[in-house]
């Protein structure tokens, strides 16, 4: 019996050389009963449409696909034909078998948070509520450091100067945060990081916040025409200048990620990222 009958099967179509594999999966779950379709913008999926959604590609389409179903209670699952695939379920090579036992209700889930970004600029909204399933990244836009004041939850407490400041999910901190030498968070755990990117000061150190955290990041330049990129899951971008503002919160729409059956958090660190590895 099926536990998935309406399946949109989804690739980036920058990226043309997923569409053949994206195509065999869809017909191979049109075989086993399930109406399935190839959707290269998945932006007009809705539950009433979509019971599942299958990205095929690398962790770049699983976030792209993962801002447009968060909320809409539509479930994703990955299938990796990319590089890393840290977010995917299981590679593509193998799909038959892996979704045969998916749509069978063989697979292992769990609801993961978005951060929301607004973005002020001029004392107007550039950005309201735009969600985040990674990360925000504020960098500087130039070569220079750059001072981000902090305000958390209404109290100012201080400022990071250096390259700029990176907010993670729990699913983002084995990204760009970890890379810039943030903590791995385990997924089921609700807080958000903040992990600063070259601080100019050996006591400035990633913090761990509850995810019910407020948190104000206004950028502060020496020189006119300095300004700063507000960045979210590495695809969407903002320019902000003096005394602009990023308010960062934890969204209230969640996202159901799937993974195949017997899948290990700690089993994943260490096959994608070798995790404990001598």
Excluded at 29 to 36: F, P, S, Y
Excluded at 259 to 267: I, N, P, S, V, W
């Amino acid at each position: 019996m099926l536990v998935f009958k309406n399946i949109a099967v989804y690739y980036n179509k920058e990226k043309p050389q997923n569409r053949p594999p994206a195509q065999a999966a869809a017909e191979f779950l049109c075989a086993e009963g399930a109406n399935a379709a190839v959707y290269d913008d998945c932006g007009t999926l809705t539950a009433e449409n979509t019971d599942l959604l299958i990205t095929v590609g690398g962790d770049g389409t699983v976030l792209m696909a993962g801002r447009a179903a968060a909320g809409k209670k539509i479930k994703l699952f990955g299938l990796n034909a990319g590089n890393l695939g840290f977010l995917t379920g299981a590679d593509v090579s193998n799909y038959k078998e892996i979704l045969s036992g998916v749509i069978r209700g063989k697979y292992s889930g769990r609801d993961v948070s978005l951060l929301s970004v607004s973005v002020f600029k001029g004392g107007k909204y550039i950005a309201q509520e735009a969600p985040a399933l990674n990360d925000c990244v504020i960098k500087t836009g130039g070569a220079r450091a750059f001072t981000l004041e902090l305000a958390l939850d209404g109290k100012t407490e201080h400022g990071f100067f250096g390259d700029g400041i990176i907010a993670a999910t729990p699913t983002g901190s084995t990204a760009y945060s970890l890379a810039a030498g943030g903590p791995v968070a385990a997924p089921e755990v609700d807080v958000i990081l903040l992990t600063p990117i070259c601080p100019h000061s050996l006591t400035q150190r990633p913090l761990v916040l509850n995810a019910n955290a407020q948190i104000l990041l206004t950028p502060r330049f020496k020189r006119e025409g300095d300004y700063a990129t507000v960045n979210l899951d590495g695809q969407i971008t903002y320019i902000i200048e003096n005394g602009d503002s990023v308010l960062i919160t934890t969204g209230k729409r969640k996202l159901k990620l799937l993974q195949a059956e017997g899948a290990d958090f700690l089993k994943t660190l260490s096959a994608k990222l070798n995790w404990g590895n001598r």
